[in-house]
């Protein structure tokens, strides 16, 4: 019986040990608004597709195979070219194993806002899985590898591994993001924040 309340208290101490080591931790890790600062900060260093012309810009992560960043692709149709926007579209190919064929065929086009609309205005949704539809290229060319991998590096340099992530300078000079395709109302009020 004593055997089993030391067993007992060692399990209890370890995982109050485990809980502060958590804690401490999630303590450490970096707030959204400085992880969005990180990223703009470098965001030079990322390939993109402009939409729209205007001088408050909008970056957005996507896959050309993700269903969620089509979601949104389709809730900012109305906002194109409005309020002195541009959505600056960065590919990067990593859900399925056709997403880096797309975002190279995209990137490769004569006209990339072209190959992008073609992506997105053809996205389909199969038994065999949510696409872009876009063919994917057959050979990636080496500056479109070195590009698609500079954006992959970017958004997970910052420990970020979801598509669709938007990001952008608010009005206060501060980075500001969020993840995910949110209602087209909230997007709207969203994006009345941008610099």
């Known amino acids: 019986m004593l055997k ?3 067993n007992l208290l060692s399990l209890i101490l370890l995982l109050a040990g485990l809980a502060g080591a958590l804690s401490v931790q999630a ?10 600062n990180h990223l703009l900060d470098d965001i030079d260093q ?19 195979n993700c269903p969620y960043c089509h979601k ?4 900012l149709r109305s906002m194109v070219g409005k309020d002195d926007l541009q959505f ?19 990137l490769q086009s004569k006209n990339r806002l072209a190959a992008f609309y ?32 500079s954006n992959l590096s970017l958004l997970q340099g910052q420990n970020l591994y979801a ?7 608010a009005k206060d000079g501060q980075g500001l993001m969020f993840e995910g395709s949110p209602p087209p109302k ?10």
């Not at 303590?27 to 969005?36: D, T």
């Not at 600056?88 to 995209?106: D, E, F, N, Q, Y």
């Not at 909230?186 to 610099?195: G, P």
């Open 4 to 6: 089993q309340s030391r």
């Open 27 to 36: 303590e450490a890790l970096p707030k959204p608004r400085v992880i969005a």
């Open 46 to 64: 990322a390939t993109w597709i402009a939409e729209g012309k205007g001088n408050r810009i909008v970056y957005i992560f996507f896959d050309p």
């Open 72 to 75: 949104l692709y389709g809730h």
């Open 88 to 106: 600056r579209w960065i590919p990067v190919g990593m859900l399925t194993s056709t997403s880096l064929g797309k975002a190279a065929a995209i």
């Open 118 to 149: 073609a992506n997105e205005n053809n996205f389909n949704f199969s038994d065999a899985g949510p696409g872009g539809g876009i063919k994917p290229v057959a050979v990636i060319e080496d500056k479109t590898k070195l590009d698609l991998a």
């Open 163 to 169: 598509v669709p992530l938007t990001v952008f300078r």
């Open 186 to 195: 909230t997007l709207h009020e969203f994006l009345q924040y941008v610099k």
